[in-house]
């Protein structure tokens, strides 16, 4: 049904279980189209920091998407953030009860609560490509499933108040990455600093940021061209 919907200029390999859709991906050899990879349950799921990924069994959408980038891996630092905001794009499309949010770097919100996740491992390969496994968790049907050790976090059917077609939410969601992706490809993360501004989470909230082994606090002034986090402290901009 899937390769129905998104045609087939994107090869897709589904699975029942495997241990990470985006560890699938980084061994497979790139093909010259899209390559997406989609599990109903992952043993070793893998969030952002080293952390895991709780994956329970056909109600989140796991998802990696790769595409080979004839980019060095320098510049694909604005990457997550721009597949955060077509996620969030495609889930505004879908459905005018989704008001998505993005939380820097790489969460989706809905009212105020994590509802996915973004991860991408980058692989420089020879003749200055790179590939992109660009991987999405998103909390699809998820009403009365707790979920260990998450605390605030809420799910498409939780928001909208019904169940969802995943196939439908997938195909919307890689119908927008494989076009703006091309878009990436060619002009960077400049076009997408508008939809972030509109989409940001903590813009003008208080938030506390480590890097290395400091600790600062201060207000969340949006991203910069390069898509860092700008934070107001007390001695001005960082
Ligand atoms: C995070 O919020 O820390 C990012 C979570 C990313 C989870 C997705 S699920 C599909 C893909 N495969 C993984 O092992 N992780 C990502």
Redesign the pocket.
Same mark, same amino acid.
């Given at each position: 049904k899937l390769q129905k919907l998104i045609g087939n200029d994107i090869s897709i390999d589904i699975f029942e279980s495997l241990p990470?859709?985006?560890?699938y991906l980084k061994d497979e050899a790139p093909l010259s189209k899209p390559r997406v990879c989609i599990a109903e349950h992952?043993t070793s &799921?893998? =969030?952002?920091m080293g952390?895991s990924?709780t994956s329970p069994f056909g109600r989140i959408i796991?998802?990696?998407y790769s595409q080979m980038f004839m980019k060095d891996i320098s510049e694909m630092a604005g990457l997550g953030l721009v597949v955060g905001i077509l996620t969030a794009k495609a889930l505004e499309d879908m459905d005018s009860r989704l008001k998505p949010q993005l939380k820097w770097p790489?969460?989706i919100y809905l009212e105020g609560k994590k509802a996915g996740?973004?991860?991408i491992d980058l692989l420089a390969e020879a003749n200055g490509y790179c590939k992109a496994v660009m &991987?999405? =968790?998103l909390n699809v049907n998820m009403k009365g499933c707790p979920l260990k050790g998450v605390e605030k976090w809420t799910s498409l059917e939780d928001v909208v108040g019904q169940k969802l077609d995943r196939n439908v939410v997938l195909a919307e969601i890689i119908r927008f990455l494989s076009q703006g992706l091309e878009t990436f490809l060619k002009h960077g993360l400049e076009p997408f600093l508008p939809d972030w501004r509109r989409l940001d989470f903590l813009n003008n909230n208080k938030v506390s940021l480590s890097s290395g082994q400091k600790v600062y606090t201060g207000i969340a002034k949006g991203i910069n061209p390069q898509g860092h986090l700008c934070l107001e402290l007390p001695q001005g901009l960082k």
């Open positions: 990470s859709t985006n560890d992952q &799921g893998r =969030g952002r952390r990924w796991y998802c990696s790489n969460d996740g973004i991860l &991987g999405i =968790g």
